[in-house]
């Protein structure tokens, strides 16, 4: 009986590891009234991330606990910046929260640096101009300040270029098993590639889905990703099924309100 009964706890513990682990942070910052985050940071996170500000209480406090592990495991370097980096890098983290708050898997192991350019920069890959990329070998990620401004203060383009590139690296991340605690994630990534490659004409034809998504293959996550935050009843109305497999590969639904 008492091996029965091990063998239970063990497998409640080894499965549900994480939820405990949170509930245990949410009761500790509840009952002692400790910042997690400074409150300068919490001022930057509230005016750059309308996510958070909708979050309910116990979820905020999630939010802000994965933001600050997140600011001890990524370095970020700053090109030609001589002030207020701490607000840029927190409105940059708060997007990877967001892309990952439904996730166990939200640090995005493959990636440790962020570098952060005033605005687009020549690329050291192919000597173009860019606003963003993702460099896997470097373990690198590569953003415009002036486009990751306007796609977190501009919320009806569906474009954000600090969510696209954080999902191509949280992409190369699962796909490459560097971490394995979503094992959900592939497999209904290729549900997701699988319905866009069947309807591709249509979602460029109804012009719905801007064309970029559809000009090679791993952009088409990263754009629908951006269209899923930015707006969620748009894609649900017009692509249910697709929007549905959205939810599930992040499982989380932004038309879901915290009661």
Request: hydrophobic share 35%.
């Amino acid at each position: 009986m008492f091996e029965i009964l091990f063998i239970v706890i063990f497998f409640i513990i080894s499965n549900y590891k994480d939820e405990l682990w949170e509930f245990l942070i949410i009761v500790y910052y509840k009952k002692t009234n400790k910042r997690i985050i400074s409150e300068l940071e919490e001022r930057h996170l509230k005016s750059y991330c309308s996510y958070y500000n909708q979050l309910n209480e116990n979820d905020q406090i999630i939010f802000k606990y994965r933001l600050r592990r997140l600011k001890s495991s990524i370095k970020f370097i700053f090109r030609s910046f001589d002030g207020q980096k701490k607000e840029k890098m927190i409105a940059i983290l708060a997007n990877q929260v967001k892309l990952t708050f439904g996730l166990q898997c939200y640090k995005i192991k493959a990636f440790e640096r962020i570098i952060v350019y005033p605005t687009e920069y020549k690329s050291y890959y192919n000597n173009e101009m860019h606003i963003g990329e993702t460099n896997p070998g470097l373990g690198t990620i590569v953003m415009s300040w002036r486009d990751v401004y306007d796609g977190i203060k501009i919320t009806s383009d569906n474009l954000n270029v600090a969510l696209h590139e954080l999902t191509h690296a949280l992409y190369f991340t699962m796909s490459y098993n560097y971490d394995d605690c979503d094992s959900h994630f592939i497999s209904t990534y290729k549900k997701i590639m699988a319905y866009t490659g069947k309807y591709r004409q249509k979602m460029i034809d109804d012009g719905l889905i801007r064309a970029y998504a559809f000009s090679n293959k791993h952009e088409t996550l990263p754009v629908l990703v951006e269209h899923f935050f930015e707006n969620p009843e748009e894609l649900k109305q017009n692509y249910p099924k697709l929007f549905k497999l959205l939810v599930k590969l992040l499982k989380q639904n932004p038309l879901v309100e915290d009661e």
